[in-house]
């Protein structure tokens, strides 16, 4: 059985950084496109970084140049590096295993789910 597991995220003032990891168990990450997701108050869950099997990383433009996400598939894991946060970057943070290779930003396309953690940036 797979299950990903969430650790880091919390609070942090606008400016502040977060490091948000991502432990995957159950199956080996090296054949799988894992993908960072938020949902903010009041709008859908959006990809913000996916990191396919192949190496690279895409990046929402909301994002960019603020956040890197990376993989190590040796230890299974995921990490988001947020920095310089905004208080509009306040939400759930969730990473996903999609049980392909090929990499999508549309969470129905993902089956596995870590926890979710709450962000929250104050101004």
């Known amino acids: 059985q797979v299950q990903l597991v969430e650790s880091g995220g919390g609070s942090v003032q606008a400016g502040g950084s977060l490091r948000r990891s991502c432990a995957v168990y159950g199956e080996t990450l090296v054949t799988a496109c894992m993908v960072w997701f938020r949902q903010v108050p009041g709008k859908e869950r959006e990809g913000i970084s996916s990191?396919?099997?192949?190496?690279?990383?895409t990046i929402n433009d909301s994002v960019k140049g603020r956040f890197t996400a990376s993989r190590d598939d040796a230890k299974n894991m995921v990490y988001l590096q947020m920095n310089s946060l905004k208080p509009e970057d306040t939400g759930m943070y969730y990473c996903a295993r999609r049980v392909t290779w090929v990499c999508s930003s549309r969470p129905g396309d993902f089956a596995y789910w870590g926890q979710g953690t709450q962000v929250t940036v104050s101004s």
């Open positions: 990191l396919p099997p192949t190496g690279g990383m």
